[in-house]
């Protein structure tokens, strides 16, 4: 059984950064991709980004390019999502997630394990 669990979350300040981490279990981290999703209150999950098992491919929604970035360390069994000029619309809670193949989707139903979530809220 693969636990995800992520840390980081707070409360920042328009304009500020955090970065968000989530450490696996188990032995199989490096054989796929990881993905990070939110959710914010009254609306569906959606995408964040994406990173494939060996850390050479990235995706991200439109919302996260250019401000946040996904990376992992795969000898530690973490991946993370660096967050820079926050906005408030990006309070949410956060989910990494684990996929079930080594390149990472859009799709939510193709990560198979997920982590509790961590609140990320921005103020003005």
């Known amino acids: 059984q693969v636990q995800l669990v992520e840390s980081g979350g707070g409360l920042v300040q328009a304009g500020g950064s955090l970065r968000l981490s989530c450490a696996a279990s188990g032995r199989t981290f490096s054989s796929y991709a990881m993905g990070w999703f939110r959710q914010a209150p009254g609306k569906e999950r959606e995408f964040v980004a994406t990173?494939?098992?060996?850390?050479?491919?990235?995706y991200y929604a439109d919302s996260a390019k250019g401000r946040f970035t996904i990376s992992r360390d795969n000898a530690k069994n973490t991946v993370y999502l660096q967050m820079e000029s926050l906005e408030r619309e990006d309070t949410a809670v956060y989910y990494c997630a684990r996929s079930r193949w080594e390149r990472g989707t859009y799709s939510g139903s193709d990560y198979n394990y997920w982590g509790q979530g961590t609140q990320v809220t921005v103020s003005s």
């Open positions: 990173i494939s098992r060996s850390g050479l491919t990235t």
